[in-house]
T-cell receptor
Framework: GAVVSQHPSRVICKSGTSVKIECRSL??????MFWYRQFPKKSLMLMAT?????????EQGVEKDKFLINHASLTLSTLTVTSAHPEDSSFYIC???????????FGSGTRLTVV | GEDVEQSLFLSVREGDSSVINCTYT??????LYWYKQEPGAGLQLLTY?????DMKQDQRLTVLLNKKDKHLSLRIADTQTGDSAIYFC?????????????FGKGTHLIIQP
């Protein structure tokens, strides 16, 4: 149980366009999901906490207008990178935790390349 | 400095034990985790430990926690080639359910034949 599915796994887009990444909890409901960004040879950095039915909570330094988060249902959170630039190229990973389960389950990640 | 620190590389011979170390700074950490990441993949939860525990063992994995020194270690017994990956230490700082994790930079475990 506690599977998180993330799509797409890899995307290449042109500068100035927007890209949407989906994160789904497949066999449980997640009122809270988390979005991380991973740079090469760096740790995962928490970008924001996605809350079902309310606004996301962004970490310091993360532009909320650039990284739009929508958590419209208990099983789906989306991250939209707006007006993408090459410096947004990175590996984005979502996660969620099942209530009563202390571990956090991660999606398989999305490799975004902006050209 | 970094909140969670790990050495970047560890090289061991196949069959030996691997010990990956991690230090953290926040004494309010309630849960500490070890995740495994293989190339191009997401993170796989290996194990976790409550802050009120000293040791936890699960098959080949042993986690030791020294709260006084804020030091966490992961021991992998009988290391195999399939254990080659990046191992992340992570902490969760409060008891609430809506907290993300703070990760170290990861230790790349290299297995020598």
């Amino acid at each position: 149980g506690a599977v998180v599915s993330q799509h797409p796994s890899r995307v290449i887009c042109k500068s100035g366009t927007s890209v949407k990444i989906e994160c789904r909890s497949l066999d449980f409901q997640a009122t809270t999901m988390f979005w991380y960004r991973q740079f090469p040879k760096k740790s995962l950095m928490l970008m924001a906490t996605s809350n079902e039915g309310s606004k996301a909570t962004y970490e310091q330094g993360v532009e909320k207008d650039k990284f739009l988060i929508n958590h419209a249902s208990l099983t789906l959170s989306t991250l939209t990178v707006t007006s993408a630039h090459p410096e947004d190229s990175s590996f984005y990973i979502c996660s969620a935790n099942l209530v009563g389960y202390y571990g956090y389950t991660f999606g398989s990640g999305t490799r975004l390349t902006v050209v | 400095g970094e909140d969670v620190e790990q050495s970047l590389f560890l090289s061991v011979r196949e069959g030996d034990s691997s010990v990956i170390n991690c230090t953290y700074t926040d004494s309010s950490s309630t849960y500490l985790y070890w995740y495994k990441q293989e190339p191009g993949a997401g993170l796989q939860l290996l194990t976790y430990i409550f802050s009120n525990m000293d040791m936890k063992q699960d098959q080949r994995l042993t986690v030791l926690l020294n709260k006084k020194d804020k030091h966490l270690s992961l021991r992998i017994a009988d290391t195999q080639t399939g254990d080659s990956a990046i191992y992340f230490c992570a902490e969760r700082r409060s008891g609430g359910g809506a907290d993300g994790l703070t990760f170290g930079k990861g230790t790349h475990l290299i297995i020598q034949p």
